[in-house]
């Protein structure tokens, strides 16, 4: 016996019917079910009897935590005098994929200039996992700090990428610091944070120029003459 839960997404779990009948007269009482392996588990919880000639369903979940391909088992007693006390094996595989962020840079640090100016920088944004993944949010806390993201939903195939532009322009002299939260259904790391930094320095006083080149006035008549 054996089944295959086929690709499921790590986050997600799939389920499988497992059907036992009992085509005997007797009542079939199920007492043990052992499972191996980290990522299959069943419903079962203490014993399970079986009218004859009536089934039961046991329900059997696999539920990845990690890419890869993995295997399992089930082991099932029951009192079937033909089993002589030894377990019906079922042999379980399933594989798992996993959309996985990856923000580079982990900060941005605009540095220091005038405020009432304003600065760029770029963050990409990654996906280095082997299942879609999807940024539905840029989040950002700091009034000084803004992004081009347009609102929608960022798609990234595995190993894709996309850049963004953060924008830091303070309004007065001073450390400023924000956060940038970018939110995908990445299982382990769903809300990634981007720390922002960056100074406003005071703008210059005003300094009085003058055009230190000689000029002739050449020659002026007085009085008309």
Not at 13 to 26: E, K, L, S
């Amino acid at each position: 016996h054996e089944h295959d839960f086929g690709v499921i997404r790590v986050g997600n779990d799939d389920n499988w019917d497992v059907i036992i009948a009992n085509i005997g007269v007797q009542e079939l009482v199920i007492d043990q079910v052992i499972v191996e392996g980290d990522e299959f588990s069943t419903n079962f919880e203490n014993e399970l009897i079986i009218p004859g000639g009536e089934e039961r369903t046991l329900i059997a979940t696999f539920a990845p935590q990690g890419s890869g391909d993995f295997a399992g088992s089930l082991a099932i007693f029951s009192n079937d005098f033909e089993l002589d006390g030894g377990p019906v094996n079922v042999t379980l595989s399933g594989s798992g994929i996993l959309a996985e962020l990856a923000v580079d840079p982990a900060e941005v640090d605009f540095g220091a200039f005038i405020f009432g100016e304003s600065r760029d920088a770029n963050i990409m944004l990654s996906n280095s996992g082997d299942a879609v993944l999807t940024i539905s949010e840029l989040q950002i806390g700091g009034d000084e700090f803004t992004s081009n993201w347009d609102g929608e939903d960022v798609v990234l195939d595995p190993e894709g990428s996309e850049e963004f532009t953060l924008t830091f322009g303070p309004d007065a002299e001073g450390d400023f610091e924000g956060m940038l939260t970018v939110i995908s259904d990445d299982p382990f790391n769903g809300e990634a944070d981007i720390r922002l930094f960056g100074t406003g320095l005071p703008q210059p006083p005003p300094v009085i120029g003058l055009n230190e080149q000689d000029y002739n006035f050449g020659d002026v008549f007085v009085d008309g003459f």
